[in-house]
């Protein structure tokens, strides 16, 4: 349990910091590429005209920290993209009209969802999506469609991915299936 729990944290805290671990492993790829025993350090005066020796010494040495830059700056802005992403949708979110397209063959029906989770066609309540979840990690989500009409036993599982927000794609049990949002 202690080492499994220890890899854990260490695997963790390479997730947490993974710019850090990466520009860490992109300075130790890079040093040895600055030929040091080279670069006169006597002639140059104070420590930032030395940093800048080493940096101008051949061409190659800024092509790499322009790359290194390069790389950490993506790093930070998937950091970034990753905290405005959804953290959670709600039923409440997804409400208007939608063109439901099921098949191959066209198929489709337009429905209007309500905050409820009432699936209207046609102005009659038709299904209720219950079990509702969306995870926010595969940007999917699940719910059933289960039937309200008396006698209709029908409960089919959902399970779509978020495109953007008018556009979810996905499946309905084995049937591929996609809503698209046409108005709120």
């Excluded at 051949?58 to 998937?78: M, Q, R, W």
């Excluded at 997804?94 to 989770?117: A, Y």
């Excluded at 794609?169 to 698209?180: L, V, W």
């Amino acid at each position: 349990m202690g080492i499994k729990n220890s890899y854990k944290k260490l695997k963790d805290w390479c997730n947490a910091n993974q710019g850090l671990l990466t520009l860490l492993g992109l300075i130790v790829a890079i040093l040895p590429l600055i030929p040091f025993n080279k670069i006169d350090f006597k002639s140059a005066g104070p420590v930032v005209d030395k940093i800048i020796s080493v940096l101008v010494y051949e061409v190659k040495i800024p092509l790499y920290l322009f790359i290194v830059i390069l790389t950490i700056s993506g790093f930070y802005f998937l950091r970034i993209k990753r905290r405005y992403t959804k953290k959670s949708l709600t039923l409440r979110e997804l409400t208007g009209t939608w063109r439901n397209d099921w098949g191959t063959d066209g198929d489709h029906e337009i429905f209007t969802l309500n905050e409820n989770g009432n699936y209207v066609i046609n102005g009659e309540h038709v299904f209720n999506l219950t079990d509702f979840n969306f995870d926010p990690k595969s940007n999917k989500i699940t719910f059933y469609k289960t039937a309200v009409r008396p006698g209709d036993e029908r409960k089919v599982f959902n399970s779509v991915e978020v495109k953007n927000n008018e556009l979810l794609d996905g499946f309905e049990q084995n049937y591929k299936i996609k809503y698209t949002k046409i108005s709120s």
